[in-house]
């Protein structure tokens, strides 16, 4: 169930560059399940690029599916012409035309990239894949490092299944595939030692669904977030993963008494209205266990980071209100402060200004609500402060409650987006732009 590797075809030590081809493929879901996809490279999901922290990153991008897309660097604080964001950083790229994307990654983390033309439907048939940008000196001594691409795909007589299903109430919802895949699988299977540390970094890439993380009473030490290590190491019995976002864990099965196998698997989770009526639970992958011995005891030094604050006093404070209003012809949609993003809700920020977001969620549904480019820092959710700190770019708003951010904008004008990352909110409305203008 390992991810398929992006070839780096520069010799150059610090910069990796690679071709990638969004295509049709055929492709194997395991139990014997084929579905013709749209792929990157002919894979599902797309092919893991892996760099070093600091290193250039050259990707030409080639569209060969029937319609327009383009690449976004989920997270990546690129340059606005590098954020894949048609019309406002760049042309979509048509059938046929290509595109270089050329940036340098300077954090480490796990980020993803996807398209960001009709996101639901694209990223939906089975547009992702991730960017590992390591950290060699972050010194987490494990036995097996994972990256594990959490996602749906939605199949119907042996297709892919038509994107509107349901109409205004799958959108209002968010629809979600109906096969759960892990690394682009509906069985995966893993073998461990028993009792061996493993380092898993996980990413939610599907576009609705929420996943409940739980290995069967093993605890979780969550170590890391969206950018990278957070400040101290939190555990947790279970954990929620919210699409777009990624975690960086460590858990360390132990053999159960039986000796048979373990199951990690996504619980019911209460997204809002009909996400957990007839519901059930989803097996994500059987954890079978080597013919070793227990691996010996020890104390793992765990990583914790020093993250500064951003400081707020003197911060602009802007309220992002999320609605959901019917329109004159009955049909509803989802707005920020009562518009849809048709109406271009744009805000306006300086370069090196400081804004706090407060986002009020007025709706029935959870939105994880992404934005591009910067980082920022969550104080609190529903006026509780949040901790540990750290860096954001995704943050959960459930339904009727409010959530609220720091960011700090540094020197990269232009157009960027924000949004709810359950895709098809995105699509009905649930976008905005901040400007950010140059220095005065
Ligand atoms: Cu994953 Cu506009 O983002
Ligand atoms: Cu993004
Ligand atoms: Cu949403």
């Not at 349901?166 to 893993?190: D, Q, S």
């Not at 809002?272 to 266990?289: C, D, H, K």
Request: hydrophobic fraction near 40%.
């Amino acid at each position: 169930m390992r991810l398929h590797a992006a070839v780096d075809t520069n010799p150059d030590p610090k910069i990796v560059e690679i071709d990638l081809v969004a295509r049709e493929a055929d492709v194997d879901l395991g139990n014997g399940e084929r579905v013709r996809a749209w792929t990157y490279n002919g894979t599902l999901p797309g092919p893991q690029i892996t760099a070093q922290a600091g290193d250039r990153l050259i990707v030409h991008f080639k569209n060969e599916l029937t319609a327009p897309t383009t690449v976004h660097w989920h997270g990546v604080q690129v340059p606005n012409a590098m954020d894949g964001v048609p019309w406002h950083t760049q042309p979509s790229v048509l059938p046929g035309d290509s595109f270089t994307y050329d940036f340098r990654v300077d954090d480490p983390g796990l980020f993803w990239y996807h398209p960001h033309v009709m996101s639901a439907a694209q990223v939906g048939f089975g547009l992702y894949g991730t960017l590992l940008v390591k950290d060699p000196a972050d010194g987490v001594g494990v036995a097996d490092e994972l990256v594990l691409v959490l996602s749906d795909i939605g199949i119907a007589d042996g297709r892919l299944e038509s994107p509107d299903s349901g109409g205004a109430l799958g959108m209002a919802f968010g629809r979600e595939g109906n096969r759960v895949l892990v690394n682009g699988h509906t069985n995966a299977t893993l073998t461990v030692r028993d009792g061996a540390p493993q380092r898993w970094r996980v990413v939610n890439a599907a576009k609705s669904r929420y996943f409940l993380l739980d290995l069967e009473g093993e605890t979780f030490t969550i170590i890391g977030r969206d950018g990278g290590l957070q400040a101290r190491p939190e555990r947790m019995d279970t954990v929620v993963i919210t699409p777009g976002e990624r975690l960086d864990l460590i858990v360390a099965p132990r053999r159960p008494a039986d000796g048979g196998t373990r199951v990690l698997r996504s619980g019911l989770y209460n997204r809002g209205f009909g996400s957990v009526e007839f519901r059930q639970v989803e097996e994500l992958v059987t954890l079978s266990f080597a013919d070793l011995p227990p691996y010996p005891p020890a104390s793992l030094a765990l990583p914790s980071r020093r993250i500064e604050p951003i400081a707020t006093a003197g911060a602009t404070r802007l309220a992002i209100d999320i609605t959901l209003s019917t329109r004159d012809d009955g049909t509803v949609e989802y707005g920020i402060n009562g518009k849809a993003f048709a109406d271009e809700h744009t805000s306006t920020a300086r370069v090196g200004e400081t804004q706090i977001w407060n986002i009020t969620n007025h709706t029935k549904w959870s939105h994880p609500f992404h934005l591009h480019g910067f980082f920022f820092q969550v104080l609190d959710a529903n006026g509780v402060p949040v901790q540990p700190l750290a860096w954001k770019d995704t943050v959960d708003v459930p339904f009727e409650q409010s959530v609220s951010f720091v960011v700090r904008f540094d020197d990269r004008p232009g157009m960027w987006m924000y949004h709810c990352h359950v895709l098809d909110h995105a699509d009905g409305g649930l976008m905005g732009m901040v400007q950010l203008l140059p220095k005065e």
